[in-house]
């Protein structure tokens, strides 16, 4: 069973689309997290929630958004999407804030 | 903020050991962390420190020095399946987990 999933593994997209991640963890963790990680492998945090609620919020252009259903649940929104927007994203949960988290496979995205 | 300096490339022979550096400077420090990640796959969690001093497991030892700000991770007996990038994270004060730009190691037969 995937602890952490998330989908789609890859998502090519043209400049200015909008497009959405999912990511569902099956471990009973209540933070959950979305990382970037850019061409030079740099895992950037974008946002952190804890039961739902949004604990951590980067400087990340207002063009992401997550959403939250459940503490199960960790989407990402992206409007407008431009081409640095291309990277890996990795969404991530743990057992509380800041313990051993772990990560989904990655969605690559190449926006063209 | 966070600052988190890692060697960027290290390469190694099979059977031999090898020390990856990462020193940090954080606001708050509530515990250092080391991942392994091979191409084109998600990270995966090795050790954990909070306390100054030697974390071994089986291969893969860790170190913390919290009064300078420095952390090791130590490989021994590398195996060719070891290539990957190994990342240097820290927790800080508000818990929040922060990655350096990771070292990417390459094992020689």
């Known amino acids: 069973d995937t602890a952490v999933s998330q989908t789609p593994k890859y998502l090519v997209t043209q400049m200015g689309n909008d497009k959405s991640i999912k990511c569902e963890q099956n471990?009973?963790?209540?933070?959950m997290y979305w990382y970037k990680q850019d061409s030079k492998k740099f895992l950037k945090i974008m946002f952190s929630?804890?039961?739902?609620?949004?604990?951590i919020n980067e400087t990340v252009p207002n063009r992401f958004s997550p959403k939250s259903p459940d503490k199960a649940h960790l989407n990402l929104h992206i409007n407008s999407l431009e081409l640095g927007d291309s990277a890996v994203y990795f969404c991530?949960?743990?057992?509380?804030?800041?313990?051993?988290?772990?990560f989904g496979q990655g969605t690559r995205l190449t926006v063209v | 903020g966070q600052n988190i300096d890692q060697p960027t490339e290290m390469t190694a022979t099979e059977g031999a050991i090898v020390q990856i550096n990462c020193t940090y400077q954080?606001?708050?420090?509530?515990?250092l962390f080391w991942y392994q990640q091979h191409a084109g796959e998600a990270p995966t969690f090795l050790s954990y420190?909070?306390?100054?001093g030697l974390e071994e497991k089986g291969r893969f030892s860790s170190f913390l020095s919290r009064s300078k700000g420095y952390s090791y991770l130590l490989l021994k007996e590398l195996q060719m399946k070891d290539s990957a990038s190994y990342l240097c994270?820290?927790?800080?004060?508000?818990?929040?987990?922060?990655f350096g730009a990771g070292t990417t190691v390459t094992v020689r037969a």
């Open positions: 420190n909070v306390l100054d």
């Open positions: 994270a820290v927790r800080d004060g508000d818990y929040k987990l922060s």
């Open positions: 954080t606001s708050g420090f509530n515990g």
């Open positions: 991530a949960s743990s057992p509380g804030q800041g313990f051993e988290a772990f």
């Open positions: 929630y804890n039961n739902k609620e949004l604990i």
């Open positions: 471990l009973g963790h209540d933070t």
